[in-house]
């Protein structure tokens, strides 16, 4: 009996070293590379070289002087996938998002029995100009804090005067644009 004991004693030690021995033999083999430092690097604004302006944002043109190198197809074009939650066309539905046939020249929040946010019902006194459209079309959030529209916004200049461009021609007699 005594041998019997020892046997099972035996192969469990035994066992239990294989599995030690393979797992040291994997941690070695697969092994994670540590970086030598920790953490990411952010970026942050390095100072220019040349005469300690900030060249990291270039100003854009003003809205006036891409409007008249705009065009209306492009913009409507770029309208695409606003279309899941606006209609364009006269006489249109609400939808997620009020109509925008007419926008261009109308006041901000001011479909009658659309649901605005109330950051937006609280505009109904400004008016959808190329300026306006042009900051809301670039990051809605910063342009009207506390809206509902989940639309992260157009970053390419150009791409916001076309889409103002569009949401001009769509009304029974457009707006004239401004003037550069």
Known sequence: MNIEANKIA?????????????NMTAGIVFAPK????TGFDLPSEEPTHGGGAA???????????????????????????????????KGGANKVGPHL???????????????????????????WDADALDHFLKNPKAYVAGTIMAF?????PETRADVVAYLNSL??????LPKP
Do not use: W
């Not at 239990?16 to 021995?21: E, I, K, N, Q, S």
């Open 10 to 22: 035996g192969a469990v030690l035994s066992t239990l070293l294989v599995v030690m021995g393979l």
């Open 34 to 37: 540590k970086p030598v430092v």
């Open 55 to 89: 060249a990291a944002a270039v100003a854009e043109e003003p809205i006036a002087v891409r409007l008249a190198k705009a065009d209306i197809a492009k913009g409507e074009k770029a309208t695409a996938a606003c279309k899941a939650c606006h209609t364009f066309e």
């Open 101 to 127: 046939f007419g926008v261009y020249g109308r006041n901000e929040g001011s479909i009658d029995g659309f649901g605005y946010s109330a950051a937006m019902k609280g505009r109904n006194d400004k008016t």
């Open 152 to 156: 992260a916004g157009i970053a390419k």
């Open 171 to 176: 009304s029974d007699s457009p707006q004239p």
